[in-house]
């Protein structure tokens, strides 16, 4: 009956995936589905770390956060989690050899959200390795299926496109971050003052980073490159709204694509090339 358990599981992590981001749900539709569960297992867990640092106020964050580490090391070493996402995640992580570093960084990095933090550079670098970059590349891990060299070659491109993610939710989250979690990630910066010339700064580092990560993207397998496209041409049109505020208003309100512009974007997968070339993110 363990079979039966672990379908429970990995449709526990499916509905939590479901229920928080109709956006990267949208990208798994258009992976293979002989990896959809392990994607929406890293999802899963990723999401449960995420509202313990979150959302979870009033509650002993710190301690829910050292149970989590301790369940995964303990569902890691047994094989099984009496936790429904952790059980589907530790079956990830063994059938695609993720690296437990990879882990622990990320955990390391939800940790780092439960205290005020100034960002310097340094800190930055290491926030967004742990709580973007590391998932980019579990992800990938899913995607290579066992092929090492394909791994060690896309690696750098995942992190960038797992980076690029992160810091569009940076700013399009930078009043609530600030305002409701007192979090301003970006070194150097103070949210009283974000300048023209600080918004334009980030969008540069953004959009080298997207740059530098569709060049993988198109190198991915059949198997997972049409949803990773679609997760990355829906960010790439949230950026371009994001683009177009002024500085002082993107303080005022959280942009989103609506839902007939996902539509169109879904659309626009059915045509992501095979090769190399030059995209077009516009479904206005």
Known sequence: MKALFDQVSAKCSQI?????????????????????????????????ADEVVDSFHGYNQKG???????????????????????????QAVHQYSIDVELIDAFL?????????????????DKYIFGSAE???LMCLKVFCNGDVNEY?????????????????????????????LGRMYFPNMNFNHFTEQDKLNIEDEIEAEF????EGILKLPKTAKKGVYLAYIYYRSLFRKIKEIPAQ??????????????????????????????LSTDVS
């Open 16 to 48: 939590t995936t479901k229920k928080y981001s109709t956006s990267f749900s949208l990208g798994i539709k258009f992976l293979s589905p002989s990896i959809r569960p392990a994607i929406f297992a890293i999802y899963g867990f990723v999401r449960l």
């Open 64 to 90: 829910l956060l050292e149970q989590l580490r301790k369940e995964t090391t303990a569902a890691l070493e047994d094989k099984i989690s009496l936790n429904p996402i952790i059980n589907s995640f530790q």
């Open 108 to 124: 390391d990095s939800m940790e780092m959200d439960l205290d005020k933090q100034v960002y310097t550079k340094q800190l930055y």
């Open 134 to 136: 590391v998932v980019g």
């Open 152 to 180: 060690n070659k896309l690696r750098p491109a995942a992190m960038k496109l797992g980076s690029a993610f992160q810091k569009v939710n940076f700013l399009r989250d930078i009043k609530a971050d600030h305002m409701e």
């Open 211 to 214: 740059d530098d990560a569709l």
């Open 249 to 278: 208003h993107i303080m005022e309100r959280r942009v989103r694509v609506p839902d007939f512009q996902k539509a169109l974007l879904m659309l626009n997968t059915f045509f992501v090339p095979q090769g190399s070339g030059t």
